[in-house]
């Protein structure tokens, strides 16, 4: 598979007007990871993601003639753990039409950027370990770490 063209792939901010494809790549992405959500989750996301705010989820999208296919959405946070602020890449989809092809390295790329601006040197995100494709991007890109992630849902 051969990489797209850079100059062929814009990786911009989401707006208002991207909410139908942005449902699709995301819901392409909750079901990568066999997940549903309510319509209200989605309509909380879709709010959050808009809402114009430093502390608040942003979003990027990689739109290519025309077309969204791929998204990112990444949270500025404090840690205790350093002086600066830190940046957690939540969610990372490109559509499988594209993948493999350079979609998603842009969009790691254009998130940690954004956080260099911002000020913020540090940049994080976790995946599952059956994303085999995904973690061979990752595994070029970033240092994968010793931690393992606990939860409690009550």
Not at 37 to 57: D, G, M, Q
Not at 65 to 94: E, I, N, P, Q
């Amino acid at each position: 598979m051969t990489s797209i063209k850079r100059d062929a792939l814009t990786i911009r901010p989401l707006t208002a007007a991207d909410e139908v494809e942005w449902r699709r790549l995301w819901t392409s992405y909750l079901e990568f990871y066999e997940t549903t959500l309510p319509e209200a989750v989605y309509e909380t996301a879709w709010a959050r993601l808009l809402k114009e705010s430093v502390r608040e989820f942003q979003g990027v999208v990689a739109e290519l003639d025309g077309r969204l296919v791929g998204l990112a959405h990444y949270l500025f946070h404090r840690t205790l753990w350093s002086t600066k602020d830190t940046c957690y890449l939540m969610d990372l989809f490109a559509d499988p039409l594209v993948r493999g092809q350079g979609v998603g390295g842009a969009l790691i790329e254009a998130v940690r950027q954004r956080a260099l601006l911002a000020g913020i040197p540090s940049l994080y995100w976790m995946t599952q370990e059956f994303n085999y494709t995904g973690r061979i991007l990752y595994d070029k890109v970033a240092e994968k770490t010793p931690f393992i992630v606990y939860e409690i849902n009550s």
